[in-house]
């Protein structure tokens, strides 16, 4: 155990986070889980509760912390208005050794502080979830890589025989060495294989003759065999040896013994993990705290890491029992050397039994780790949350059959990586699609909080709805620098990449500002279900990958069509239905089907069996669908069975002649197809736009989520929503919590037309819902338009809290400076606080007529500011700023005469690391923090 007290903690969050809490309370922050009966939409969106409050990774240096500080920390983080902790076990940035015997994962001193953390977290309604294992994949220090419980892998070893030249010797050893405590080596099989015309062993990826492929395993005797080459081409003696691949966690030691990674493909690897909880972890209080808590398992994404082929013992038996052919014969191309395969078959069928191991192992993850992981944690009241990509599988399939799928900022591509996620959420019936969110390369403690909300903003217009931030570090560990332990900073040596957020950050004061923006979203859109207007089925359900769809990713989107992604698999679930023209009626509702060739393999016309013959049922049920290409040939993936590419085209020519399947010869003409089949996207723009949005149907109102995704566009234009029945539209202001009606257009066939603006990056909601349904919410928002008057507010006096390092690591020293300004510059312009980081008060005052007082409205525009704002006017704190428009209502607020204007702005830390860490942070930019303007109040003119 660190034997350095950390009370540093504690003053700092006295010193930087004073009225937290009282703030929190404005925000309704509670320990209660539920909206109490009877509670209205209103007073719940004002005060959103715990279970739809923004999460934080936790990061601890394994078991050197203290139940102290971890009861603070969690205080802490339910100050401020976040819901949950995931805690891990990372510290990448540690250069001296930790103890893993003494205090490593899942020692006694780690699960005494497991215990303090669930303790607390049911006190204050802090949802605690927990990793599967010591950092990532999942792992347990119970298992050696002999066990039968480790991951495996298949390496080979070569050797070159001439025709008709003998090799009488050693079974060619493997040409990848094993692993560090790797005690066993199998020999799988020899086989023999002739080297096609044209290539050469010493080609790249040689190139094999598939028909020449023999087995020569009965040959091998005690680790040497003779074989005599046949007289023609060149020959290639291939062995195949099974043993671990000794794959350890990310960045250990974690524990002593050290861990190994499980078989995520066993039963055994599985029953590895629960084993070690059962005996290790789960003492009678600890299952009790988890039970109350009702928090998640989390498993990262499957980085699998091995120099030669990922396997596992019984693949050849499972294989040719699913896909009813051995894979022994194709092994030459199976086999891989870094993530590349080693040789290629001269009959064009490597990529298809490649695309039949890959599936072969998606099934085998779901039935052998990921169902009864699930079933066991459900018996211990908890969840399993996983991010189900990593590996050519199906994650699509896996978000369907998991409680909680999880993408991330920071290695998804794009937003449609989300969007594959989201539609086997929303297939499977589940809720909760998870980002860990916000994290970035280099940007540590240069991450602004309006930069973490623009990036989770957009994710929720593509399914997201549970922000994971990345994430939260504990306060202290053995080398650590000011201000703590940051888990992934430095990195190498260098600037590292996430943020930790807490007490140690300037903006930490305003941070339940932005909590309340993120839970208010997230209220909205985890109510009822998702809508979405088209399906894009993809041949491979892989997530991460960048892939989008095709015309609908880059000019659907711009006018108003939302898409998700499909795999085959999801066809077999009993959502998988229409009625009324939509697939999924009671989920998603997708107007339109569309799919086109494997844009995986070449968009190679391939489909399964299976899914061509359920496609065909759907149409004949109604369902419009849009096929993209020939498909004059279509066969299956992988290798066919007989006769089995015969009646897949039968199929498709069944298909292609229903009457709601409409063709394309390719990707530019999908509007035309669109066009053909009478569609339109639910929801329309006036005109194209960067507008993104998300729909969320619960009973009888629909919810609109908006976020302009430019970074430079400003959004201005109607937009058509669909509507059924009486109702009306309704604003909803993510930040204050406010509800008002908004003015709209009737249009033929029941649909409303309203007006959005919104600035880039900034957000709203907008609602369909009955006259009654906001009963008892404040309607104050200010009426009028345009700029009757404005009044410019150049000059302040600013209180500049200047935060350095203290007298430990943790500790942080608050020195004072005062300037008047006649104008606003940032902080680094100002002569000697050219390297200041911390939080800033400007004061001004001035004198208004009567004529401000009037019922047209006043606000406050306060121009830019770095990073987070709060303002009072004349003593009272006005509602949060909207860091995407920092326009703030001041009607009401204002007085006849003198007028007292303060605003309160907190900036990163980067500044003062710069100084104080040049080594590391040397090289990052000076950041302009500081109210930076043009300040001016604006009265607004007579509607």
């Avoid at 936790?58 to 139940?67: I, N, Q, S």
């Avoid at 074989?227 to 099974?242: D, K, M, N, S």
């Avoid at 009963?775 to 209180?799: F, K, Q, V």
């Avoid at 007085?895 to 980067?910: D, K, M, P, Q």
Wanted: hydrophobic share 40%; proline share 7%; net charge neutral.
């Amino acid at each position: 155990m660190n034997d350095n007290p950390r009370r540093g903690l504690s003053r700092r969050l006295f010193l930087t986070a004073a009225g937290a809490g009282a703030a929190t309370a404005a925000l309704g922050v509670r320990p209660a889980a539920a909206t109490a009966p009877g509670r209205g939409f209103a007073a719940t969106f004002a005060a959103p509760p715990r279970e739809v409050q923004a999460k934080f990774r936790w990061w601890w240096p394994h078991g050197m912390v203290e139940p102290a500080e971890i009861r603070r920390e969690i205080d802490a983080i339910a100050d401020a208005g976040f819901g949950g902790v995931e805690i891990a076990d990372v510290h990448h940035s540690i250069g001296e050794p930790l103890d893993p015997a003494g205090t490593g994962w899942g020692t006694p001193p780690w699960v005494r502080a497991l215990e303090a953390a669930l303790d607390q977290g049911n006190r204050r309604g802090v949802i605690v979830d927990v990793t599967i294992g010591p950092a990532w994949p999942a792992a347990v220090p119970s298992i050696t890589p002999d066990s039968d419980g480790a991951v495996k892998e298949l390496a080979h070893g070569v050797v070159t025989v001439a025709a008709g030249e003998t090799y009488s010797g050693p079974v060619p050893a493997a040409v990848v060495p094993p692993e560090h405590g790797v005690g066993r080596q199998d020999l799988f099989a020899v086989q023999a294989v002739r080297v096609a015309a044209g290539s050469s062993p010493d080609a790249r990826r040689p190139r094999l003759e598939a028909a020449s492929v023999t087995d020569l395993t009965a040959r091998a005797d005690g680790g040497t065999i003779t074989w005599t080459a046949p007289g023609e081409g060149t020959w290639l003696l291939i062995a195949y040896w099974l043993r671990g691949s000794g794959q350890r966690p990310e960045r250990g030691p974690h524990t002593e013994p050290v861990s190994f990674v499980v078989d995520h493909f066993s039963r055994a690897g599985t029953e590895a993990v629960i084993d070690f909880w059962e005996r290790r972890i789960l003492t009678p209080r600890v299952r009790r705290l988890l039970r109350e808590s009702g928090g998640a398992m989390f498993e990262d994404s499957i980085e699998m890491e091995t120099d030669t082929t990922l396997w596992t013992p019984r693949l050849p038996q499972e294989f040719e029992s699913r896909l009813g052919y051995s894979p022994l014969p194709y092994l030459p191309v199976i086999v891989q050397h870094d993530e590349d395969p080693v040789f290629d078959f001269d009959t064009g069928v490597s990529g298809r039994v490649r695309d039949d191991v890959n599936e072969v192992l998606s099934q085998l993850y779901l039935e052998h780790h990921l169902r009864p992981l699930q079933e066991w944690l459900h018996g211990l009241g908890m969840k399993l949350r996983i991010q189900p990509y990593g590996l050519q599988t199906d994650a699509v399939a896996k978000a369907a059959a998991v409680d909680i799928s999880e993408g991330e900022s920071l290695g998804f591509k794009n937003l449609d990586d989300f969007r594959s996620l989201a539609g086997g959420r929303d297939m499977g019936g589940k809720k909760i699609l998870s980002s860990e969110a916000a994290a970035v390369y280099g940007g540590s403690y240069s991450v602004t909080w309006q930069r973490a909300a623009r990036t989770i903003g957009r994710e929720y217009s593509a399914g997201v709805n549970q922000a994971v931030l990345h994430g939260f570090s504990y306060a202290d560990a053995p080398g650590a620098e000011w201000p703590g332990f940051a888990a992934f900073t430095p990195y190498d040596g260098g600037v590292g990449y996430s943020e930790s957020w807490g007490p140690r950050q300037p903006t930490w004061g305003h941070a339940a500002d932005v909590a309340g923006h993120l839970a208010r979203n997230q209220l909205v859109l985890q109510a009822g279900v998702a809508r979405c207007d088209v399906a894009f089925l993809r041949q491979k359900g892989y997530a991460g990958s960048g892939f989008g769809a095709a015309w609908f990713s880059a000019t659907g989107v711009t006018q108003g069509w939302t898409h998700a992604f499909l795999s085959p698999r999801l066809l077999e679930l009993p959502s998988a239905r229409v009625s009324g023209g939509r697939l999924a009626p009671d989920g998603p509702g997708y107007q339109l089907l569309v799919f086109e060739g494997d844009a995986f393999s070449g968009r190679a016309n391939t489909m399964p069996l299976a899914a061509a013959r359920t496609l065909l049922e759907l149409a004949r049920a109604g369902l419009p669908m849009l096929v993209v290409g020939p498909w004059t040939e279509p066969r299956v993936p992988g290798i066919a069975r007989p006769g089995e590419n015969e009646r897949l085209a039968e199929v498709f020519g069944r298909l292609l002649a229903e009457p709601s399947v409409r063709r394309v010869d390719d990707r530019p003409q999908i509007p035309d197809g669109i066009a053909a089949l009478g569609l339109r996207p639910d929801v329309r723009y006036a005109e194209a736009s960067p507008l993104l949005h998300a729909r969320r149907v619960d009973g009888e109102v629909s919810y609109f989520y908006f976020v302009n995704g430019s970074d430079s566009v400003v959004v201005d234009h109607d937009v058509v929503l669909p509507r059924a029945g009486r109702v009306l539209p309704y604003a909803l202001d993510s930040w204050t919590g406010q509800v008002w009606r908004l003015r709209h257009v009737a249009e033929d066939g029941g649909a409303v037309r309203v007006r959005i603006t919104l600035r880039p990056g900034e957000s709203t909601i907008v609602a369909l819902a009955g006259p009654g349904w906001t009963a008892g919410t404040r309607r104050g928002r200010p009426r009028g338009t345009g700029t009757a008057a404005a009044r410019a507010l150049p000059s302040w006096h600013l209180r500049l809290a200047d935060w350095r390092p203290g007298a430990s690591a943790t500790e942080t020293r608050v020195v004072v400076h005062e300037r008047d300004l006649a104008e606003l510059v940032p902080w680094s312009q100002l002569a000697g606080l050219e390297d200041v980081s911390g939080v800033g008060r400007y004061t001004t005052t001035v004198e208004l007529g009567r004529e401000w007082l009037g019922g047209h409205g006043a606000c406050l525009d306060l121009g830019r500011f770095t990073d987070t704002a709060r303002v009072w006017v004349n003593g009272r704190r006005l509602p949060p700023v909207n860091l995407f428009n920092p326009v703030v209502d001041v009607s009401g607020h204002l007085r006849a005469g003198r007028n007292t204007i303060e605003v309160e702005v907190a900036g990163t830390l980067i500044n003062r690391l710069r100084v104080t860490r040049p080594e590391v942070y040397g090289s990052v930019r000076r950041q302009d923090c500081g109210l930076l303007g043009p300040v001016r109040l604006l009265l607004r003119a007579r509607e």
